[in-house]
């Protein structure tokens, strides 16, 4: 089992970008794809970002597209969600999550291929 823990959420007007930050402890990090989820008020849980295990592949929520950037960075065991652009849509509970499966081959964008959460970090976009 991986511990997650996120931080860098915020307050942000519109416009504005914050950075996310998820380090991870209990398990090999390199080996595993790595997720973002958001829920917003009143919102289904939705996926957000994900990246490979490498790092070299990268996947993304269609509104997120050129205004989100994820990235990680395996000697320090965090991956990162940059957010620029941001929209008051964008508010919600962010949520890091690792892959269940080791060496996944297609990037996984459904809860139910991610098998560790965090406990979440806010994000509000304020217009």
């Known amino acids: 089992q991986v511990q997650l823990v996120e931080s860098g959420g915020g307050l942000v007007q519109a416009g504005g970008s914050l950075r996310l930050s998820c380090a991870a402890s209990?398990?090999?990090?390199?080996?595993?794809?790595m997720g973002w989820f958001r829920q917003g008020p009143g919102k289904e849980r939705e996926f957000v970002a994900a990246?490979?295990?490498?790092?070299?592949?990268?996947s993304y929520e269609d509104s997120v597209k050129g205004r989100f950037t994820c990235s990680r960075d395996n000697s320090k065991n965090t991956v990162y969600l940059q957010m620029n652009s941001l929209k008051p849509e964008d508010t919600a509970v962010y949520y890091c999550?690792?892959?269940?499966?080791?060496?996944?081959?297609?990037?996984?964008?459904?809860?139910?291929?991610?098998?560790?959460w965090g406990q979440g970090t806010q994000v509000i976009v304020s217009s």
């Open positions: 209990g398990r090999t990090f390199s080996h595993y794809a």
């Open positions: 999550a690792a892959d269940s499966r080791p060496f996944r081959l297609r990037l996984g964008t459904t809860g139910a291929d991610f098998g560790s």
């Open positions: 990246i490979s295990s490498s790092g070299f592949s990268t």
